[in-house]
């Protein structure tokens, strides 16, 4: 798992981080969730990039939590067991991508 938080005062718009996304030879696309919605356990074949563009989700990787805000990125590695839950009041918005290793 590779987590990268956003640092900087001023956050990218949608725009920027998709095109930072495309830039690395990935297809973005946005998943929203509303508030308290939980994805159970699962895995997937390739590892999983998500930007958090609005909100903050809990994820679960293979039994570590870990809080991501506004602007923080993930990267959950192919085959790797997870589980997030969108933990705020308001909906949770993404833009995620599929990265073949």
């Known amino acids: 798992m590779i987590i990268t938080r956003w640092m ?5 718009t949608p725009q920027q981080i998709k095109t930072l996304l495309e830039l690395e030879g990935l297809e973005p696309f946005e998943e929203r969730f509303e508030p308290k919605q939980k994805i159970s356990d699962h895995r997937h074949p390739f590892t999983e990039v998500r930007v958090l563009l609005q909100g903050e989700m809990l994820f679960n ?6 809080l991501l805000r506004e602007g923080d990125r993930i990267e959950v590695p192919a085959n790797t067991k997870h589980s997030h839950i969108c933990q705020s009041e308001e909906s949770c ?3 995620c991508a599929q990265k073949i290793i």
């Not at 900087?8 to 990218?12: K, L, M, Y």
Request: proline share 14%; net charge positive.
């Open 8 to 12: 900087a005062p001023i956050r990218p």
């Open 61 to 66: 990787v293979a039994g570590n939590q870990v």
């Open 93 to 95: 918005h993404c833009l």
